[in-house]
């Protein structure tokens, strides 16, 4: 045995004797957020279809995913970027929120919504409302206005402009021709929570507009990611569902550690359970983020 090969098992067993040996170690928030990992994989998986998530850290920017960069149908999800739209062109001085807008028989939308319900010619309100009632009820009346007063086409090039090449507004809402043909309104789980990132900290338009959309955003209604929530907690998003489909894709206002999260499936049979399954990816991801939270790098909470 040579020199320093016995130098190196001397130090190494004083090492152990004075127990001063120091190994390289991962964190323990590796361990804890390896297991969140797992959990949101086995619920993704446990689902009778395909089911794609997106999380991000909004505290640290740090993502999660699982089928991530699949291309889903969004349903009424894809009412997030034509507000985004509506709310750009209003910064740009194409018109303002508090324009007045009749809603005309032409108008008229079967499916979700109150304003199909309303007299054609008599009812009168704000752009800002019409844009409310898109999100909060997911009027599809209030959507094809929108889309009518924005363009579909401007719609689709802001999503360019931000590089979001896979989020497509391709039809108007209960299109059973455009469904024919298999033009769908679509995104990624990737590119829906990066667009809400982006809202949230304000890098797509300026502050005063993405706190807009949020606030609206956040107006309480039916919901798969508040489901299994504590009933304090502020949620930002916009759920979508057609035959096959269901998604929600929002924000969760965790103190010291919101987050993003966008969940979609698609090929399911069971609602019920495709519903349940968006509800406990996410109470996973609000126990985790929660943990980091309220604890510092050791684990120790308050």
């Known amino acids: 045995m040579s020199s320093h090969v016995r130098v190196f098992f001397a130090v190494l067993i004083f090492s152990f004797q004075t127990g001063h040996i120091a190994w390289a170690q991962a964190p323990t928030s590796d361990v804890l957020r390896a297991k969140f990992e797992t959990e949101v994989q086995k619920l993704a998986d446990g689902l009778d279809g395909v089911v794609g998530v997106s999380f991000i850290d909004l505290a640290t920017g740090e993502s999660f995913g699982v089928n991530d960069d699949l291309v889903f149908t969004q349903a009424s999800a894809i ?3 034509i507000l985004v739209e509506l709310l750009k062109q209003s910064g740009a001085g194409r018109f303002s929120l508090d324009d007045p807008m009749t809603i005309k028989a032409a108008d008229i939308t079967r499916g979700s919504g109150i304003l199909q319900q309303l007299t054609p010619g008599a009812v009168t309100m704000t752009i800002r409302d019409v ?5 909060v009820v997911s ?11 924005v363009g579909m086409e401007r719609v689709n090039a802001t999503m360019q402009e931000f590089k979001l090449s896979s989020t497509r507004l391709q039809r108007k809402m209960m299109d059973t021709e455009a469904w024919q043909q298999d033009r769908e309104n679509l995104s990624t789980p990737n590119e ?17 507009r993405c706190d807009e959309i949020l606030r609206i955003l956040s107006i309480p209604k039916r919901s798969q990611i508040r489901a299994r929530l504590p009933d304090d907690i502020r949620v930002a998003h916009k759920t979508g569902s ?11 206002y965790i103190e010291n550690r919101p987050f993003v999260v966008a969940v979609m499936t698609n090929w399911v049979t069971d609602y019920d359970a495709a519903a349940s399954t968006i509800a406990e990816i996410t109470r996973v991801g609000y126990d985790y983020f929660s943990r980091l939270g309220s604890g510092n790098e050791y684990g120790h909470t308050l």
């Open 192 to 208: 829906a929570a990066w667009l809400i990132a982006a809202l949230y900290h304000g890098d797509i338009l300026d502050r005063q």
């Open 242 to 252: 057609v035959g096959g489909v269901v998604v929600d894709n929002g924000i969760v």
């Open 139 to 149: 009027d599809n009346t209030a959507t094809n206005m929108m889309i009518d007063l």
């Open 79 to 81: 009412k997030i970027p």
């Open 131 to 135: 844009a409310t009632l898109m999100i």
